[in-house]
């Protein structure tokens, strides 16, 4: 698994629920979104990109909890944030303006 919510966080939008290409998240007893198949994600960050409060953290180079940095997202109206912690505790961030993604 390559992806992990966080139920504190979640706002029971769906987002994430309504994205996912492989219809492996769905929302738990609480209401809260949850990986209902975590084996079987694939780490395309869809759901990722579409949480609106950064609930969802996409683990790099290793499992969760192993040494690898992670990613999650921000979103300001048309400006997507892609937050990366490193390993070693420094952070980066890419921000795309999302009216120009698409642009060649």
């Not at 139920?7 to 738990?28: A, S, W």
């Not at 209401?31 to 990722?48: I, N, Q, R």
């Not at 290793?62 to 040494?67: E, F, N, Q």
Request: with cysteine; aromatic share 10%; proline share 4%.
């Amino acid at each position: 698994m390559s992806i992990k919510i966080n139920q504190e966080f979640c706002i029971r939008c769906k987002k994430c629920v309504n994205v996912c290409p492989g219809n492996l998240l769905d929302m738990g007893d609480k209401g809260k979104a949850y990986v209902k198949y975590p084996k079987e994600c694939w780490g395309c960050t869809s759901c990722l990109k579409e949480c609106p409060t950064g609930a969802i953290k996409y683990y790099l180079g290793a499992d969760i909890g192993g040494r690898g940095g992670y990613l999650y997202t921000k979103r300001d109206n048309d400006q997507l944030s892609w937050l990366i912690c490193k390993p070693d505790g420094k952070h980066v961030c890419i921000t795309v303006d999302g009216t120009q993604a698409n642009r060649y």
